[in-house]
């Protein structure tokens, strides 16, 4: 089994999504050390009857409850001792009476990940947990123990006091666990395991269940995740712009060197990678066709009439060009699938602004993450080495706990999120408009016999989830409930922000899957009516060709002759044409997307293989190809 060795100190993102996903951990024997130290300063000052917060006193609105050396029922005429230690109790009770979530349980990474979390804080030494009792946690980690975690109860401050309480008291031999996909009683997991219940000693309570796992964890998870959705998110936009035979001057690199914002930037040279070699953008606007239904006499040879559209372009009479002759100098008058503007609409232009951003949003987010990963989290802090002349100078009461960094950078993805599935649904929105798809049939469907509806409904679907995600965007960080009896009177319900982040970022996936199924059929629309264009061209002479082209003068008109020396200079340009085609990295996410989804020639159901590209995202297929077409396309070149 792969490990990954804890100090409190290195822990990373990546080897935490390791953890998450089975990796075990070992505990650094320096690590170790520390945390003896801090464990019998603590014992040490218990000895001495010094008041310590959470270790001589109750927690929160009790803190100032200070505990007696036996319980006060011992003192009634005839009782015996009970042998209870009130230290021990106070720890045992904070975890039993705070394991309170509802809800479903938390996926299994995501626990793994909170307990990795837990381990690694506690290693810094300033928690005064035990040595055993830590090297218990792991050991549970490593025996494939998973707590029952439900999702809901945190509100971020005292950290995840609730969540948290769910890890340890599995670790006292109470509450539920999974072991080897089985749910059981958390003795019983223990027991198979071949590992034993722990007693808490002084303050074991509090450094188990006082600090930031749960929204660490599912942050790290959900950033993880977004990190690879956000190169799909630039493939997907990718694809489309080829579909769209696009504009790249809005992609140049001195153009953004202009506004450097770094995700920018970067999005930008992405987008020239994924793009690198591509035949369709910047094509000369009078070589698109545009597309016509398909009748029996569109073609003239029987390879052609397989085709499932026919094509055409708009001649300009010469008397219509008055003011704009120096413009048909360069771009012959015909109008096809493509406009003749310089600029693409803002969610193919804007892709590096608003895509850019995003990644700067997830940026920020690590930077805050990878400070937590190895901060200390629980309170109070224990300084045993400190000169001091009051122990409260070694145990600090402070605010480590709490979630408002994580939370209010985590409150920036989730607003992000639907800002990325937002753009991605417009990009689609404008693939299955005849008003706005450039020439593409409506729908991206041939529909010869108007009795189809293609792609419509992929594009409603995708509009209720940017809609689903926009409603979830509202940050939960700005709306504090005071709780224990209002001791805690400022949290920051991180945990509900994380969680969030974490389906959220799942449902991002979806959109753009659903742009990416949809952007290969109008690309494939797109290279084949160019494609059959060209093919004509080279097989006809311009009286031949000139059937194509619609408001040309009849054969007694004075134009006549101008028209057909016209449309003879297309048809040259497209016979010395090369095969049109994609970017490489487009061409091949293109190519794996067509193994499990065919083209859609025809109406038939496709829940299957809409389900078919959602796991073509999830498993980065799509992603790799990319990456392995083009250098510059992604994080793995």
Same mark, same amino acid.
């Given at each position: ?21 089975? /990796? ?35 927690? $929160? ?22 042998? =209870? ?71 971020? /401050? ?52 006082? $600090? ?73 606007? &009078? ?67 608003? &895509? ?33 002349? &009051? ?10 706990? &709490? ?190 997307? =067509? ?31 990319? =990456? =392995? ?9």
């Amino acid at each position: 089994m792969k490990c990954v060795l804890l100090d409190g100190r290195s822990l990373t993102r990546a080897q935490l999504v390791d953890v998450a996903n089975g /990796a075990g951990v070992e505990l650094d024997p320096d690590a170790l050390r520390a945390v003896a130290r801090a464990a019998d300063f603590l014992a040490e000052q218990v000895r001495r009857e010094e008041p310590i917060y959470g270790v001589s006193t109750g927690f $929160g609105s009790n803190a100032d409850k200070l505990l007696g050396a036996h319980p006060l029922r011992d003192e009634l005429p005839g009782t015996l001792p009970s042998g =209870r230690s009130l230290h021990a109790e106070l720890q045992q009770n904070l975890i039993v009476s705070h394991a309170v979530c509802v809800g479903e349980p938390m996926a299994a990474d995501v626990v793994r990940a909170m307990l990795c979390i837990r381990i690694n804080t506690l290693l810094k030494g300033h928690s005064g947990i035990r040595v055993e009792t830590l090297q218990a946690l792991a050991a549970m980690l490593n025996a494939g123990v998973v707590p029952v975690v439900p999702s809901l109860g945190s509100v971020g /401050a005292s950290g995840d006091l609730a969540p948290l309480s769910h890890l340890a008291i599995v670790l006292l031999g109470g509450g539920e666990a999974f072991h080897e996909g089985e749910r059981v009683p958390g003795a019983e997991a223990l027991r198979r395991a071949g590992l034993a219940p722990v007693t808490l000693s002084y303050k074991e309570g509090l450094a188990l269940n006082n $600090g930031t796992a749960q929204m660490l964890a599912m942050g790290v998870l959900a950033l993880a995740r977004l990190e690879d959705l956000l190169d799909t998110a630039d493939l997907a936009a990718a694809m489309t712009v080829d579909a769209f035979a696009g504009r790249l001057g809005a992609f140049a690199e001195e153009v953004h060197a202009l506004r450097p914002h770094p995700g920018q930037v970067e999005v930008a040279a992405r987008l020239r990678a994924l793009l690198s070699g591509s035949t369709l953008a910047d094509i000369a606007y &009078h070589l698109v066709p545009k597309f016509r239904f398909w009748l029996p006499d569109s073609w003239d040879t029987p390879e052609a009439q397989q085709l499932r559209f026919d094509i055409g372009w708009d001649w300009v009479p010469a008397d219509q060009r008055h003011g704009r002759e120096k413009f048909y100098q360069r771009f012959k008058p015909f109008r096809g699938g493509k406009k003749h503007q310089p600029q693409d609409s803002y969610s193919l232009r804007c892709v590096p602004q608003v &895509h850019g951003a995003v990644r700067d949003a997830a940026a920020q987010a690590a930077r805050v993450l990878d400070v937590e990963l190895n901060a200390v989290t629980d309170n109070p802090l224990v300084f045993p080495d400190r000169e001091a002349e &009051h122990v409260e100078q070694q145990v600090i009461s402070a605010g480590h706990f &709490h979630g408002m960094p994580l939370a209010l950078a985590l409150g920036y993805v989730k607003a992000a999120i639907p800002v990325l599935a937002s753009i991605s649904e417009r990009r689609l929105n404008k693939l299955v408009d005849p008003a706005t798809s450039d020439g593409l049939p409506a729908f991206l469907i041939g529909n010869e016999d108007g009795t189809e509806s293609g792609l419509m409904i992929v594009q409603y679907t995708a509009a209720a989830i940017v809609n689903d995600l926009a409603t979830r965007a509202h940050p939960a960080s700005v709306y504090s409930v005071p709780t224990s009896a209002n001791a805690e009177d400022h949290v920051s319900m991180g945990a509900n922000e994380a969680r969030h982040v974490l389906a959220m970022v799942d449902d991002l996936g979806k959109v753009l899957a659903l742009e990416l199924q949809t952007a290969a059929q109008a690309l494939d629309f797109r290279t084949d009516m160019i494609n059959a264009a060209r093919d004509l061209a080279r097989r006809s002479d311009a009286a031949a060709f000139a059937a194509k082209v619609q408001g040309g003068p009849p054969e007694d008109h004075r134009h006549r002759a101008q028209f057909l020396a016209e449309v003879e200079e297309l048809r040259a340009e497209l016979a010395a044409a090369d095969t049109f085609h994609p970017g490489a990295a487009v061409a091949a996410a293109h190519a794996v997307l =067509r193994t499990r989804i065919p083209f859609l020639d025809r109406d038939r159901a496709l829940d299957g293989e809409v389900a078919q590209a959602v796991r073509q995202v999830e498993d980065g297929s799509l992603l790799a190809a990319a =990456r =392995r077409a083009a250098p510059g396309a992604g994080r793995d070149d």
